[in-house]
């Protein structure tokens, strides 16, 4: 089990995926996160979700909406009976795909939230297909693994890097020009 950190939901608990694979992110890394950014009547999207801790401590904030992307029916599920558990279906969207397929044609949102598998060179793909859509308003925020091996020269985002023991958060924004 999960526990939300702050907001309406703080201290409750969340189903978590039953599955050794599945990494979540740490409390101090989810509050350093939602001190950077404020969600507060944004939409919001947590993309390789898990179990959707990201995505319910945005509602637990105060975000407008969440739309749950994971490829996993597993985390579909789990996140389907938090959301029923902590009564907020209706400002919830659950999507099961592929982040590549599903990105691109995703409703803008003001703030995504990716957390893809470490080690498996998925960071890249992201960024470029952040880069190449105008998927996010405000930021996209990726939590990596400082192991991870990725090229920031992009065209449209501005990243900003913090570390925090092992993990990275990258920050994107879009840059105020774009290359033709």
């Known amino acids: ?19 050794f694979k599945t990494r979540y ?5 989810r509050k350093a996160i939602f001190d950077m950014v404020d969600v507060r009547d944004r939409v919001f999207a947590d993309v390789f979700a898990g179990s959707g801790i990201m995505g319910f401590e945005a509602l637990s904030r105060g975000a407008r909406k969440v739309i749950f992307l994971d490829a996993s ?5 789990t996140i389907r009976y938090n959301a029923l558990k902590l009564g907020v279906e209706e400002s919830c ?7 590549r397929r599903k990105l691109p044609v995703m409703e803008e949102v003001d703030v ?14 992201i960024l470029k297909v952040l880069d190449a859509n105008e998927i996010f308003r405000d930021c996209a ?14 065209n449209n985002l501005l990243i900003e890097k913090r570390s925090y023991g092992d993990i990275e958060i990258l920050i994107c924004r879009r840059s105020s020009f774009h290359t033709i």
Do not use: C, W
């Open 1 to 19: 089990m999960l526990r939300i950190t702050a907001g309406r939901f703080k201290g409750r608990s969340i189903k978590t995926v039953a599955n």
């Open 25 to 29: 992110t740490t409390s101090l890394v």
């Open 73 to 77: 029916e597993r985390s579909i599920r």
């Open 93 to 99: 969207i659950i999507v099961r795909g592929d982040f």
């Open 112 to 125: 995504l939230f990716a957390d893809p598998p470490f080690e498996h060179n998925i960071v890249q793909e």
């Open 141 to 154: 925020v990726i939590e990596v693994s400082k192991h991870e091996k990725y090229d920031l020269t992009l």
